[in-house]
């Protein structure tokens, strides 16, 4: 965390709140909010519709599509098969996901959210992590205000999503998503957005509506 504070990624529990968390921090700070725009980004840069990314989003190819790839890829293949840039796969939009993240950090004065943008960023100056979790109770009251038609299943659902979240990092990165080692602040949403954002910008040695120098 070395030089001014230019850039602060957020990584969070699903349903910790974490993200509105984000959203807040970078518009109280006037920066550059990256969370669902890291995705649509990826899917601009390959030609895809927004949407065909958004599905592939926290999950992994299968193994079995995974093992075909090799073949792909390999020399035999390689003039019958399809190029790499024209696959656009859980990989490849990872693999563009993770340009962008670099190529923003570059810029500074943004909040990314998730999508392996603190691994990403690891040890890089300038730049502030932080892990957003929840207890279980708090985050099955956001579930259930959230999706009231699948309220009985909401402990299912918020762990699928984060074992999904887990496993992508670990794909991706070869790293533990909630490791704390990652992070320079780990914060309860219990404890409220305002006291959150305060605490972090305190920590981060910022302050509201103040940012290192201008996009």
């Known amino acids: 965390m070395q030089g001014p504070i230019r850039v602060i990624t957020v990584e969070r529990e699903y349903g910790s709140r974490g993200a509105e968390f984000a959203h807040e921090l970078a518009a109280r700070l006037g920066w550059k909010l990256l969370d669902a725009e890291l995705v649509a980004g990826a899917a601009r840069a390959a030609g895809v519709p927004k949407e065909q990314a958004a599905k592939l989003e926290d999950r992994l190819d ?44 570059k810029t500074g004065n943004c909040v990314l959210v998730g999508r392996g943008s603190a691994l990403a960023l690891a040890g890089k100056p300038g730049c502030f992590h932080v892990f957003v979790y929840a207890t279980m109770a708090a985050k099955r009251e956001w579930f259930e205000r959230h999706f009231p038609t699948q309220a009985n299943r909401a402990e299912q659902e918020i762990i699928a999503a984060d074992k999904r979240r887990a496993a992508v990092i670990k794909r991706y990165y070869n790293q533990e998503w909630c490791a704390r080692g990652h992070y320079h602040m780990l914060l309860n949403s219990g404890m409220g957005i305002d006291p959150m954002i305060n605490a972090a910008l305190s920590a981060a040695g910022l302050r509201a509506a103040e940012a290192v120098g201008s996009r």
């Open 62 to 105: 299968p193994w079995y599509y995974r093992y075909g790839k090799v073949f792909w890829q390999d020399s035999m293949y390689s003039t019958s098969g399809p190029c790499e840039d024209q696959i656009f796969d859980c990989e490849r939009m990872y693999t563009l996901i993770r340009q962008e993240i670099l190529e923003e950090a």
